[in-house]
């Protein structure tokens, strides 16, 4: 069998789980048909490690920017070198940048002001934005709808929403990611989502080192792992796997621009 075009459009190749042995993980995301990855700074000191993988790796591009989680953290230097890193070859986006209202590890205030931050330096700097959201939704699209703040659209990354909710996102101009919690015995409202959503707005990832699919989960995550999600979001579509892997990854690459 001749593996489907897969592109992971959110993982974290550059974090400590994978610094043992990151060589065979990419070795085995290449066996399983990936054939991009970006790879996503969630602080400063992440996001220079993202933008340098992606320029050791023919496969692999970055994306630069400070998580809700570290939004305490984003003071102006911070974002002004969030914004100098933007400019490096290969960097292809802006984030993981975003809400959430679920852990709440960072005040609320300080996220929605890292974030609106992020926002803007993604028009300055014409980039997409990658947004993580939990709990949040109705925040993070209200600072989204904003006029042209998505100029350069971007992607709901490991989208945990309602078809309703995915179709907002659509009409802001995001594209929808679906992650491994599409795979579980109790998805929610995602496979609504994955049948639903048009498929020039589909896009699949990772998350990894976190969220592994149902046969993985309570280890660690890797990209070759994509293939089990997008079969998952092939069969529930009802269409070949080669088809929409070869699709998803059309629409990322128009995305970033690869
Ligand atoms: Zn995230
Ligand atoms: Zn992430």
Redo the contacts with the bound molecule.
Sequence with gaps: MIAPDLFDT?AHLHFPEFAGDLDAVLARARAAGVRRMVT?G?DVATSRAAAALAQREPDVWAAVGI?PHEAADADEPALAEIERLAAAPRVVAIG?T?L?FFRDRAPREAQTRAFRAQVALARRVGKPVLV?C?DAHAETLALLAADGALERGGIM??FSGDLALARRCIELGLLVSLAGPVTYPKPGALPEVARMIPADRLVVET?CP?LPPQPHRGKRNEPAYLAITAARVAELRGEPLAELAARMSENARALFRL
């Design positions: 959110h996503i969630t998580h993981e975003g959430d993580h939990r990354h490991c998350d976190f």
